[in-house]
């Protein structure tokens, strides 16, 4: 096991977290990236060298997605037998949890599975770990939102997207290094990619410890958060795009002559073509994105849906006597969040990968087993 803290000037919370984890399992292998902490952080690092830990060092601030890849691809090239479990390096993960993780993702990569075994702050069938008064305001706001959003992408619900304690299946550390992303989006990245066919996501609750103020963190509330939400505000530009293209169109159309439906038809076809090939850029920049025919054909199927209902809406706010513009901007805002999550959920999404013959050894012992 290979346990895995990203730090960027830490204090001496992520000693005593070294010191605390080895004197529970003397075998756990930990593995710090100095995100480019500076000189005035050397005695600290020194200090984790002394002790076994193993220390990589950043020349400059690179961000925690990119000390998290280092990390990874360490382990990779070095220990590629070992799982690998992610700690945040500001004290807040208990020892004891870090290792409960480790301890399930090791059930889980001897099985051949691919999976990523999450540290959650509460179950999803309960919020009360989030409405404590020790939570920092931030943390509980900042969760509600990336949850929410996550759900309406996802069509999954977890109970803690901010969650840095994360358990690697041997299986999932090339995963991992292929996606994007060097600050705290990567984090986040990974959960939407991880929601997807072919990875089980597995949710363990911990104890999370806050210091007053939480002021060892380092997230920027206004500029990390608009990273986080780069997949969503991404997704809107294109929406903003096509509703452009859409009631340009569509009022070109009507101006020419035609009637409002056809007007519609058309106006929509134009502006599908052009949201399609955007989202499909957007939503999955990796390999196993499916084909362009596969999801040109489900993007079909939903454009027609979304035509029926956006006519539909259309018809019926107009007869109720609303102006033309206002009708077409109340259909296009009930319509966009329908469209984004069915495209996420079901229009992108690749087909899961081949069971390995280790699953397929496993699936039959567990199927004989139920019998």
């Known amino acids: 096991m290979i346990i895995l803290i990203p730090a960027y000037k830490p204090d001496e919370s992520l000693v005593r977290l070294a010191q605390q984890i080895t004197e529970l399992d003397a075998h756990a292998e930990i593995l ?38 280092t ?36 059930r889980m990569a001897s099985i051949g599975t691919r999976a990523l075994v999450l540290g959650v702050r509460t179950l999803p069938d309960t919020r009360a770990e989030f409405t404590e ?18 759900t309406l992408a996802t069509g999954t619900r977890i109970a803690d997207t901010q969650t840095g304690l ?14 994007r992303g060097d600050k705290y989006e990567y984090e986040f990245s990974m959960l939407l990619r991880a929601s997807r066919p072919g990875v089980e996501l597995i ?12 002021p060892s963190s380092h997230f920027r509330p206004i500029r990390d958060s608009a990273r986080i939400y ?47 090939s955007i989202n499909r850029m957007l939503m999955n920049d990796g390999a196993d994105r499916p084909s362009r025919a596969v999801s040109l054909g489900r993007y079909a199927i939903l ?13 019926v706010l107009t007869a109720l006597g609303v102006m033309l513009i206002v009708a077409k901007i109340l259909t296009e805002l009930t319509l966009i ?35």
């Open 133 to 150: 008064p020790a939570v920092p305001l931030r943390s509980r706001v900042g969760n509600a939102l990336t949850v929410g959003f996550f």
């Open 230 to 276: 780069v997949p969503l505000l991404g997704f809107l530009v294109s929406s903003c795009t096509g509703f452009i293209v859409d009631a340009l169109a569509l009022f070109a159309l009507v101006g020419v002559g035609f009637a409002l439906l056809p007007a519609i038809v058309l106006a929509r076809i134009i502006s599908a073509l052009t949201n399609f």
């Open 71 to 106: 990390g990874l691809a360490w382990a990779r090239a070095h220990r590629p037998d070992h799982i690998v479990v992610t700690a945040d390096a500001d004290g807040q993960h208990l020892p004891r949890d870090i290792l409960r993780v480790g301890a399930k993702t090791e």
């Open 166 to 179: 994360r358990g690697f299946t041997t299986q999932m550390i090339d995963w991992a290094l292929s996606l």
């Open 337 to 371: 969040p329908l469209s984004f999550a069915v495209q996420r959920r079901w229009v992108f999404l690749p087909a899961p990968p081949p069971q390995t013959t280790e699953q397929n050894e496993r699936s039959r012992e567990l199927a004989t087993h139920s019998l």
């Open 303 to 315: 454009a027609v849906g979304i035509l029926l209902a956006n006519a539909a809406l259309m018809e």
């Open 32 to 69: 710090v990236v100095d995100d480019g902490s500076g000189s005035t952080y050397v005695p600290i690092f020194t200090e984790l060298a002394i002790r076994g830990v193993t220390i990589i060092a950043h020349p400059a601030n690179r961000g925690k997605g990119a000390a998290l890849r």
């Open 203 to 214: 949710e363990l609750p911990i104890v999370k410890v806050y210091e007053p103020g939480n």
